[in-house]
């Protein structure tokens, strides 16, 4: 069973287009996060949710929406694609707040052209 | 303001020498630790975590790392490297009240056979 789950895997896409990524995760965890991960492997954080209420907001631009259905599930939607969005995003999850170890999905492969 | 730092990007052993990363941190709170492990094309893996019980973890495939308060480090090593250890590794520092786990810019390491 895999425990944190991101589709797609891959996402090629042109310029202006709006998109999803979806995360789903089975450990019963509270806190869910939205990551990106530019070329140079940087490791960004973006979002994180805590029982589905917005925690954390970095500075992101507003083309960038994050949502929580419920605990177990955090997508993230992306208005007006830009070059610059191409990158990895990596959705993780943790048993709750600081100090606890997250869980990283296998990542979201962004191309945008 | 937490803060972390790894020096090297890239180290790069011989198959069965010592492996030494280096990470420095910055935190007005005791933290706590992380050595994170990422394989070509997945997400990050735990390694091990500091949470203040021993000075000296230990963690999964041979990997051990040590902090060390009075030099605000926690180096990650490992006696005899092995082909598979090649890899990016990121170590992370958080604190128990917050929600932020900040990476430092990863470190990769490469082996030689």
């Known amino acids: 069973d895999t425990a944190v789950s991101q589709t797609p895997k891959y996402l090629v896409t042109q310029m202006g287009n709006d998109k999803s990524i979806k995360c789903e995760q089975n450990?019963?965890?509270?806190?869910m996060y939205w990551y990106k991960q530019d070329s140079k492997k940087f490791l960004k954080i973006m979002f994180s949710?805590?029982?589905?209420?917005?925690?954390i907001n970095e500075t992101v631009p507003n083309r960038f929406s994050p949502k929580s259905p419920d605990k177990a599930h955090l997508n993230l939607h992306i208005n007006s694609l830009e070059l610059g969005d191409s990158a990895v995003y990596f959705c993780a999850s943790s048993r709750s707040r600081g100090g606890e170890t997250q869980y990283f999905g296998p990542g979201t492969r962004l191309l945008v052209l | 303001a937490q803060s972390v730092t790894q020096l090297g990007s890239h180290v790069s052993v011989s198959e069965g020498a010592l492996v030494l990363l280096r990470c420095n941190y910055s935190?007005?709170?005791?933290?706590?630790l992380f050595w994170y492990v990422q394989y070509p094309n997945q997400g990050l893996q735990l390694l091990l975590k500091y949470t203040s019980a021993a000075t000296l973890v230990k963690g999964i495939n041979g990997f051990e790392a040590e902090f060390k308060k009075s030099e605000t480090s926690f180096h990650l090593t490992k006696p005899s490297a092995h082909m598979s250890d090649a890899a990016e590794y990121f170590c992370?520092?958080?604190?128990?009240?917050?929600?932020?786990?900040?990476f430092g810019a990863g470190t990769r390491l490469f082996v030689k056979a």
């Open positions: 949710y805590n029982n589905k209420e917005l925690i």
């Open positions: 450990l019963g965890h509270d806190t």
């Open positions: 992370a520092v958080s604190d128990t009240g917050g929600f932020k786990t900040i």
């Open positions: 935190s007005s709170v005791p933290p706590y």
